[in-house]
């Protein structure tokens, strides 16, 4: 990191300061909401890091690889956001007026609409991991030398993710992080858990391992020398730590409890503006611009893995697959949970460790990097149990309102891995994935087509759940099969079908056992594999109604948000329908006991069938 020596100009940025208060009065009063106050707190925190120097960006060009990164993790401080680059110049006072209305892109809390936002924030204790992903992105990827900032609450540190968030900070010695806590003491109800007792957040951030710098954030001679000593440190990660008033500025709600998101009448606005003085509304703050560079090209040696036998689990042949299509994606990262042995990403960090970060125990944290790097343009394959994905859904549904390119894969699918028993089964991973806007659903059931899927998932854009079974599978597709998202595939059909079973992974085997013993017995049934759960392929499972007139779905995944109301929800006809899923608690066992306990395996689709032949009278 770069020591600065810049002198600022504390006349210049207390003239810019009075603007941006004014600016965040005036736009919150006009909106009718927001939040003035947590914005007050944090302007001479913010002016002096974006108008002292310190901050380097192209403003002209946001996306531009050696910005400086800063993200708003306490994300209802929009109105200080968006007055910044309104004093910044990047956008006129006219926009600014427009906060909070409907299709502004100044949105109450920032998302992917607003340029300058690097991320969506709002659900607080997130922006310091997508914080971290960039920092990593820098000093392991890119190899760049910007810096990335985060502007914290002290109510929001009490969230468990920003802890998650310190400790692998350290851990990879990212110097390049800079946090800026604003200690205003007060949160959304009334004092934080440590109210102004700044020592309290030193003592356990430098315990983690950070350095820490406590001062006065509205003194801008020590912001400015506090940013000049985080320039220093080159492996340690930073944290501003600085002492603030809520509501800075305005004697009618500075320091004082129940003013939180809550903003002025025209008339106070009006008496309270009289206190800021004489403003100069035409000064303009100037940004520092960044270096003009490159990200390292990074040649990356590996070997292609061959496969000898294709009868493995899609987990592993999740984990074959990220190291087969590396060469076609350079941008890939691979990230896992601790528990890479088991996901089999470790096949990918044994053969190229340099793209491979471990994440530990802590998913919340590792979905948030996941999106920092995505951000920076990555394509961040992410693992571990489908269950544990889901202690992290409000950071998998937040990267959707940043525009994130992640790929989710969730192993351990279903009652199917057996004696762990139920904590360790993911049934409820379908339908979470399943409701992120345009997220797509993978769920293959065999070696080649979670190879070819995996590869489909990376050329893709935009967030991708890859769902994988623990225990080994046969082949069901050869090599020369092609897959594609929106697809499904017709594995068995004839004119005899009295019943379209659809179904994906584990089931697709069981209902293939299902139909061969039917067919002894004289009765057919047509079997769809539907290897993408979302976006569904409507039209195969409409024609699949139209000649069966029965659909039965089988799915190892409880029934609510599942495969089967997945497809229900595609009929565009009335049809008669049954959705076999996992309905019971499950308990340890055998996989096939389980999948026999929950009415989803071979046998009980066979008497499902049957059932169905004999209330429809169909005769064989
Ligand atoms: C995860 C989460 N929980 C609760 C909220 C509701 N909320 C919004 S702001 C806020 C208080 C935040 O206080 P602090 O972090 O100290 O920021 P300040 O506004 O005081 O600057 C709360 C509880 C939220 N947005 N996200």
Redesign the pocket.
């Known amino acids: 990191m770069k020591n600065t020596k810049k002198m600022i100009d504390i006349n210049e940025i207390s003239k810019l300061a009075k603007l941006i208060r004014y600016y965040i009065l005036i736009s919150t009063t006009n909106a009718g909401s927001g939040?003035p106050?947590?914005s007050l707190?944090?302007v001479e925190l913010m002016t002096v890091l974006l108008f002292g120097g310190f901050f380097r960006y192209k403003v002209a060009d946001p996306s531009f690889c050696n910005n400086d990164r800063l993200i708003f993790s306490?994300g209802?401080?929009a109105p200080l956001l968006y007055s910044l680059w309104t004093a910044a110049g990047a956008i006129k006072t006219e926009e600014l007026l427009t906060l909070r209305k409907f299709k502004s892109r100044l949105e109450g809390h920032p998302t992917y609409r607003f340029p300058y936002a690097e991320a969506a924030t709002?659900?607080?204790?997130q922006g310091l991991s997508i914080g971290l992903g960039m920092a990593l992105n820098a000093r392991c990827i890119d190899i760049l030398p910007y810096n990335t900032f985060v502007l914290?609450?002290?109510?929001?540190?009490s969230?468990g993710s920003q802890w998650e968030a310190i400790q692998l900070a350290s851990h990879y010695k990212l110097g390049n992080l800079i946090g800026i806590i604003?200690v205003?003491g007060?949160?959304?109800r009334g004092e934080?858990l440590y109210g102004k007792n700044t020592s309290e957040y030193e003592k356990r951030i430098s315990a983690f391992g950070w350095k820490t710098l406590t001062i006065d954030g509205h003194n801008i001679s020590e912001i400015a020398d506090a940013y000049k000593e985080a320039f220093k440190a080159t492996e340690e990660p930073v944290m501003i730590i600085a002492a603030t008033l809520?509501g800075k500025g305005f004697s009618i709600f500075e320091d004082k409890n129940g003013w939180?998101?809550k903003t002025l009448s025209k008339e106070q606005a009006e008496i309270a503006v009289k206190e800021l003085g004489e403003i100069d509304k035409d000064i303009r703050g100037k940004i520092a611009e960044p270096e003009i560079i490159e990200p390292a090209v990074q040649k990356i040696d590996f070997e292609e893995i061959k496969v000898e036998d294709n009868n493995i689990s899609t987990r592993k042949s999740y984990g074959i697959a990220l190291v087969n299509i590396f060469s076609k994606f350079s941008s890939m990262v691979v990230l896992d949970a601790e528990v890479s042995n088991s996901t089999f990403s470790d096949i990918f960090k044994e053969k190229i460790p340099s793209r491979f970060f471990e994440m530990f125990i802590a998913e919340q944290n590792m979905v948030g990097v996941a999106l920092g790097l995505s951000l920076r343009n990555k394509i961040p394959f992410i693992s571990t149990f489908a269950a544990f994905l889901t202690r992290a859904f409000?950071q998998i549904r937040m990267s959707r309102y940043s525009n994130a390119n992640i790929k989710f894969a969730g192993s351990h699918a279903g009652v199917s891995i057996g004696e762990d028993g139920v904590s360790q089964m993911g049934l409820e991973d379908i339908a979470m994935f399943r409701t992120m806007p345009d997220s797509v659903v993978l769920y293959p059931c065999d070696s080649i087509s979670t190879m070819k899927l995996v590869e489909k998932a990376a050329r893709h854009f935009g967030n991708v759940y890859i769902r994988t079974t623990r225990m080994d599978t046969s082949l069901v597709y050869s090599s020369d099969e092609d897959f594609v998202i929106g697809g499904s595939k017709v594995l068995k059909e004839s004119k005899k079908d009295i019943a379209s079973v659809i179904t994906a992974g584990i089931t697709v085997h069981e209902a293939l056992r299902a139909y061969e013993e039917l067919k002894k017995e004289g009765i057919f049934i047509k079997v769809i594999d539907l290897y993408c759960i979302k976006p569904l392929d409507k039209k195969t499972i409409n024609i699949a109604a139209a000649q069966t007139k029965f659909i039965l779905t089988v799915e190892d995944h409880y029934a609510e948000g599942g495969l089967g109301e997945a497809v229900i929800s595609a009929l565009e006809a009335p049809c008669k329908f049954k959705i076999l899923a996992v309905r019971k608690i499950p308990l340890s066992g055998k996989p096939s006991e389980l999948l026999n306990y929950e009415e989803i395996s071979k046998d009980s689709i066979i008497r499902e069938v049957k059932k169905i032949k004999s209330d429809l009278k169909i005769e064989s």
Do not use: I, P, R, V
Not at 122 to 125: D, K, N, P, R, Y
Not at 152 to 157: P, R
């Open positions: 939040h106050t947590s707190s944090a306490k209802h401080a709002g659900s607080l204790g914290l609450g002290d109510s929001e540190m969230e604003d205003n007060l949160g959304q934080t809520k939180h998101g409000d």
